[in-house]
């Protein structure tokens, strides 16, 4: 098992836990780290004899781990792509949402949505379980066929209704409303999660790595992948879906109670709300799962039930 997983077991078994370590690893300021000294950390961790069977106390080992965590896939030990990595997903998301959230024209709106999805789905397909495949050149192909299709549907499907109301000229109140304010978040949130599905489809249809508690891969479990993939969508959608609803009712609220006077001070407002809202909302949707997934013994196939007694396993969800 690789040291960040480990890391996950024991020091993220609770939501709080997860939280304020997800709180720490999302600091942009770990993107300013080298490749060299990105390395070196992973060295001086995985030559540690300590086994992260109790919680870190050493402050300076766990700033080590907390640069390895938002850096190192802990499936293939590689370094990811900085635009990818868990601490610049806020700071490149954040506009997008924005821009997706105040356009008016529906050919304006499935752009920003395409660019939106396609960044997101990168994200996913990057940061996934990592469990080697046969025919690994293929699969990719495969994963990349599926993304595309996944981000044109998703960015189709969020411009539709501003389609109809352009193109039927439909201008009423309460269009407008369901249109523009109610719409965008559970569309987002849907379209968000079905990416990730689409995305890592493969993982549950070629299943991934599972491990007993000394960290040993004891199989490959479809049933696993499946758990990992619909934690992973299920989080994805709370985090949209939420940063796309929380606005609009504040928002609703602040002109209700004439908070701002000036109407052009409204779009700061906006955006300060929605970047306050996505701040929050990015480790506590990372949060709701651990990064060390578990599932039971009654859960996993026979065929891994017959070569171990082990009556829980664990494996990568990914982000």
């Known amino acids: 098992m690789d040291a960040n997983l480990r890391f996950w077991r024991a020091e993220g078994q609770s939501f709080f836990q997860r ?8 600091d942009p300021l770990l993107l ?12 001086l961790i995985q030559t540690n004899e300590k086994t992260l069977s109790e919680p870190t106390q050493n402050n300076q080992t766990k700033q080590a781990f907390l640069l390895s965590l938002s850096s190192v896939h802990p499936d293939t030990d590689k370094i990811i792509p900085v635009l990818f990595r868990a601490p610049a ?9 924005i821009v997706s959230s105040v356009q008016h024209q529906a050919k304006h709106s499935f752009f920003w949505q395409f660019v939106f999805h396609t960044y997101t789905t990168a994200f996913t397909l990057i940061n996934g379980n990592g469990t080697p495949k046969s025919e690994e050149y293929s699969l ?25 109301m352009n193109r039927y000229a ?24 079905f990416t990730v599905t689409m995305v890592r489809s493969p993982e549950f249809d070629n299943g991934i790595h599972v491990m007993d508690r000394n960290g040993k891969v004891v199989g490959v479990s479809k049933k696993a992948g499946e758990k990992a993939v619909m934690e ?13 609803f929380l606005p609009e009712v504040f928002m609703y609220f602040v002109q209700r109670a004439r908070f701002v006077k000036n109407p052009r001070a409204l779009p700061p407002v906006r955006m300060f709300v929605v970047m306050s809202v996505l701040a929050g909302m990015l480790p506590i949707s990372f949060s709701m799962f651990s990064q060390c997934g578990e599932i039971k013994r009654a859960d996993v196939e026979p065929e891994i039930l017959a ?11 990914g982000i």
Do not use: H
């Open 19 to 26: 939280f304020l370590l997800w709180a720490d690893a999302l």
């Open 89 to 97: 997903f806020m700071p490149i998301t954040l506009p997008l949402v």
């Open 32 to 43: 300013l780290k080298s490749s060299k000294e990105i390395k070196r950390t992973r060295l």
């Open 140 to 164: 990719r192909q495969k994963q990349m066929v599926l993304g595309l299709g996944a981000v044109s549907y998703s960015a189709c499907v969020g411009a539709l209704p501003l389609m109809f």
């Open 232 to 244: 992973t969508a299920l989080s994805r959608a709370v985090l949209f879906g939420t940063a796309f």
């Open 170 to 193: 439909l201008k009423s109140p309460l269009v407008q409303l369901v249109v523009r304010k109610l719409l965008p978040a559970p569309l987002f949130g849907l379209t968000s999660a």
């Open 307 to 317: 070569s171990t007694e082990e009556t829980e396993f664990f494996y990568n969800r």
